[in-house]
């Protein structure tokens, strides 16, 4: 059976990019890509490794595998051991490997590498292994070639990805920022009440006593009085300081949904 690409790729492109797009969550977007590239382009497996800047290793996150072949998903690789990974990642051009060795433990017999990028910077791979006495039918070698459309097809649908990868992985750490603040606000607001209650508590208790009489002399009473201001001067120190994290967390938290929505923007400008 022969999967070339048809006249169609275009708008089969668009179908999927859209849904892909569709989701910040990188788990599914990873799946989505591998499981439509492994089916458009018939492939016997499909693998993406995120890659994070200037690591020297990946790790498998999604795969489409047919059977009876040999899963790679969790599977850690190391690039120095595999330069056409590296050469991906360095050049974000298509990479095409068909000499492997006879005891290859995943059967592979040609390899379609592309890198997932975002403003010319690498954030992902993924590669295509057409597999000994797979889905590709008898034809032998014949079938083994990558044709310029699907080479082309697999290069802008990474392209897609990548930008996807990228939103999704800044809404990520967005969520993670938020968690992390949410946190940060009720330890600060456990330590607030406290801050709040000590100064207070001085001050009803000093004023207390000295409604009530409590103090031997003139010159306790003053004391009291004085500690009452003291604790009155503290208050309105921690009082302050309270409102002036408010206003700093609430800056913070715009100028994160606007580096959001700017973001968002860049990529459906795409």
């Known amino acids: 059976m022969n999967h070339q690409i048809s006249a169609q790729s275009q708008k089969l492109l668009l179908q999927i990019g859209r849904k892909i797009r569709r989701t910040l969550d990188l788990d599914t977007i990873w799946q989505q890509t591998v499981n439509s590239l492994g089916q458009t382009l018939g492939v016997s497996r499909c693998i993406i490794c995120p890659y994070p800047s200037s690591r020297l290793q990946v790790k498998v996150a999604a795969e489409y595998c047919q059977e009876p072949f040999l899963p790679m998903l ?8 595999a330069p056409h ?6 050049t974000l051009e298509p990479v095409v490997i068909e000499s492997f060795t006879a ?6 017999q040609s390899v379609l590498v592309v890198a ?3 403003q010319e910077q690498p954030n992902g791979i993924i ?5 000994e006495d797979g889905s590709l039918g008898e034809s032998g070698n014949a079938d083994r070639s990558w044709t310029e459309s699907q080479i082309e097809f697999a290069q ?3 392209d897609q990805v990548g930008s996807a990868i990228a939103l999704a992985t800044l809404y990520q750490e967005s969520s993670e920022r938020t968690q992390e603040i949410s946190q940060l606000k009720k330890q600060f607001l456990l330590s607030a009440s406290h801050e709040l209650r000590t100064p207070l508590n001085h001050i009803i208790g000093y004023l207390q ?3 009530d009489d409590q103090a031997d002399d003139p010159t306790e009473e003053r004391d009291f ?20 994290y408010i206003q700093l967390s609430e800056a913070c938290q715009a100028h994160s949904e606007l580096a959001t929505v700017r973001s968002k923007e860049e990529c459906r400008q795409q």
């Open 74 to 81: 969790g599977m850690e690789i190391s690039l120095t051991s």
């Open 85 to 90: 990974l590296i050469q991906a990642l360095a």
């Open 103 to 108: 005891d290859d433990p995943f059967e592979r």
């Open 116 to 118: 997932t990028a975002y």
């Open 127 to 131: 590669s295509l292994h057409r597999c």
């Open 156 to 158: 802008e649908l990474a």
């Open 209 to 211: 006593l000295t409604i």
């Open 225 to 244: 009085i004085q500690e009452a201001h003291r604790s009155a001067i503290h208050l309105s120190k921690v009082v302050s300081n309270i409102l002036d």
